[in-house]
């Protein structure tokens, strides 16, 4: 489902050119349960960003369910985004102003779905992650642990391919941390593809496959 | 996105910060306010000199001595002579015109009033029967000037009513006598009150037969002569009569100048436009600094919600989405304003009619347009950059900060 074939990324920095990707090669498969580890500067953000469509590489093929998308302009690249990835990330990136019920929709509502179709699919999230009673609540109403739970409904409203997610128990304390990573875990059973960046390795070994990177390469691919 | 949604979206955000809403409100309120408030001014000012003019009767001519239009102000000096006279006979001849159905000759002095030991200096009209007719003029009390020869001099007179009430006090005053200078009239008549009209105060006005205004002045030449055409449509033909006979019975020379009250009428209705225009034109700045108020907070706003924007780009957002959601809330904050405006510039207008009531104050129906659309139209126009610089950041930054 997904293919990056000598994907560089170069960011340069006063004068200086930082490799932050280094010939990464990867495939995987959908339905894949896989976390990338590895110590800060190693990456592994950059990578997240690169498959979430956020970041372009600067050499290399990516292949997204079959498609090269290296080539896409800034709107396909949008659109590619709101159907096939969901973002989870650690600062939940709720909107403060709007309630949980209106943050779940806001990807249907910039793809335009018309309201009514948007309803049953909303309904379905709130009660598939636990949020029927809090759906008016905005979210300094909402615990952490609920926020998070906001946003991975968010990051499922589309139905995507694949859902990124860049330290989604970074800011939770460890209890909460496994709730959250529950629910993550729900999403792979139910046939999602879920990929996880992560410098918790009690997190980061749950997932059935694992990725180590330093200095912008993969050092390491363990399946289990 | 839906139109909709797209409204509710840019509604959150305005509901979500009152202060900052109130600010760029208050900013295009005033805005509109000021230009709705100073054009109802100016436009009240002009319906104002329109119904003064109204009030000057209709189909009316003004004949005056002297030629201003062709040869500056004082044409005779360079010639060695002077502007003929105009005078009674000229204006006795200008009846001989099929378009017009009255006239009255018209002198003015001012002329030392006196009853018993009251005194009193009033402008003196020496007129004609016809001129209350021409001025649209009412009567309080008795009679008018009585027709027949206008050479013959008959000593009545008419009286505004300040005079009557400064002289008489609260007494009968038909019947009774007044000296003007060193001559005597009996009052046979009290005009009604009308106050000002264009620089004449009819209340405070003597007005006399013309001979013996003639007499007391020691002059022949008259002020001015009125004209009043047979209809609207006359006018032009009555025109040119009028200095066509005239400059027969001045030897060829065309030595007057004849008004007639629709131009005079369309000039001033010209300058008061264009005045109206110019204030309500100087009043729309307001509109371009409320502009630049949203655009600076827009601008802060692109810093602020930085991470908010990010996430609407990871989320799916086009660049397109991101500039039509900035752009929407500036609309729909200069909507309101435009809105408030709207009603304060009425409720000054109101004030204004309550301190003036004789002064028709109203915002003309373009001002109601243009400023509501100047402040979208500038609130569209200042919030191009800041939309396009949300739509230009770069996501992966946009969310890393905290």
């Excluded at chain 1, 946003?151 to 139905?159: E, K, L, S, V």
């Excluded at chain 2, 502007?83 to 200008?94: H, N, Q, S």
């Excluded at chain 2, 009308?194 to 013996?212: C, H, K």
């Excluded at chain 2, 408030?340 to 309550?354: E, I, S, T, W």
Aim: net charge positive.
């Amino acid at each position: 489902m997904i293919r990056l074939a000598g994907i560089e990324r170069t960011f340069i920095v006063g004068e200086e050119a930082v490799h932050a990707l280094r010939g990464v090669n990867l495939e995987i498969a959908a339905g894949e349960y896989l976390s990338i580890m590895g110590p800060s500067g190693s990456g592994k953000s950059t990578l997240l960003n690169v498959i979430g469509l956020l970041d372009r590489p600067s050499a290399g093929i990516y292949e997204l369910d079959r498609r090269d998308v290296t080539g896409l302009n800034d709107d396909e690249l949008a659109r590619a985004r709101r159907e096939k990835i969901g973002f989870v990330f650690q600062f939940f990136h709720l909107v403060p102003r709007l309630n949980a019920a209106q943050n779940i929709e806001l990807p249907m509502v910039l793809a335009g779905i018309d309201p009514a179709a948007r309803k049953p699919r909303l309904d379905r999230l709130l009660s598939e992650y636990g949020l029927e009673d809090r759906a008016r609540h905005r979210p300094d109403q909402l615990s952490g642990g609920q926020c998070q739970r906001v946003a991975i409904a968010r990051a499922m409203a589309m139905g995507p391919s694949v859902v990124l997610a860049d330290e989604p128990t970074g800011n939770l304390d460890r209890h909460t941390g496994q709730e959250v990573m529950a629910v993550l875990e729900r999403v792979h059973d139910n046939g999602g593809t879920v990929l996880l960046v992560t410098h918790d390795p009690e997190i980061g070994s749950r997932a059935h496959r694992r990725l180590r990177m330093i200095d912008g390469e993969v050092v390491g691919d363990e399946r289990s | 996105m839906r139109l909709s949604d797209l409204l509710n979206f840019a509604w959150q955000v305005v509901r979500g910060s009152p202060g900052r809403t109130f600010l760029i409100l208050l900013a295009m309120g005033i805005g509109v306010a000021a230009v709705v408030a100073v054009t109802s001014l100016g436009e009240g000012a002009r319906l104002y000199v329109v119904n003064q003019f109204g009030s000057l009767g209709t189909n009316l001519i003004i004949v005056l001595p002297g030629r201003s239009e062709t040869a500056g102000a004082m044409p005779g000096v360079l010639v060695g002579k002077t502007p003929r006279d105009l005078v009674l006979e000229d204006a006795l001849a200008l009846k001989r015109s099929h378009a017009v159905r009255r006239i009255a000759p018209l002198i003015v002095g001012a002329g030392d009033v006196r009853v018993g030991a009251r005194r009193r200096e009033t402008p003196v009209l020496g007129s004609t029967a016809d001129f209350i007719e021409i001025r649209r003029m009412e009567l309080a009390q008795g009679r008018f000037l009585p027709e027949g020869d206008p050479r013959q001099s008959l000593p009545v007179c008419v009286i505004g009513t300040r005079v009557a009430a400064e002289l008489f006090g609260t007494r009968q005053v038909l019947g009774e006598w007044l000296r003007i200078g060193d001559r005597r009239f009996r009052i046979i008549g009290v005009l009604a009150k009308q106050g000002e009209s264009l620089g004449f105060n009819t209340d405070e006005i003597v007005i006399v037969p013309l001979a013996a205004a003639q007499a007391l002045f020691n002059t022949e030449s008259l002020f001015r002569v009125l004209v009043e055409a047979k209809s609207r449509e006359q006018i032009r033909y009555a025109k040119e009569d009028v200095e066509e006979i005239i400059r027969l019975r001045h030897e060829g020379e065309r030595d007057v100048t004849v008004i007639t009250q629709d131009a005079v009428l369309a000039t001033f209705d010209r300058i008061l436009r264009a005045l109206t225009l110019a204030v309500g034109g100087i009043a729309a700045i307001s509109l371009a600094v409320a502009g630049i108020l949203i655009m600076n907070v827009m601008l802060i706003a692109v810093t602020q919600r930085r991470r908010e924007i990010g996430l609407l780009k990871a989320l799916g957002a086009t660049s397109r989405q991101i500039r039509l959601a900035f752009l929407t809330e500036a609309v729909l904050l200069a909507m309101g304003g435009a809105g408030v405006g709207l009603v304060v510039g009425q409720l000054a207008r109101n004030v204004a009619l309550q301190l003036y009531p004789a002064i028709p104050f109203q915002a003309p129906w373009w001002a109601l347009l243009a400023a509501p659309a100047t402040a979208v139209i500038t609130a569209a126009l200042f919030t191009v950059v800041p939309a396009r610089r949300a739509a230009r950041l770069d996501p992966v930054q946009a969310l890393s900060r905290r």
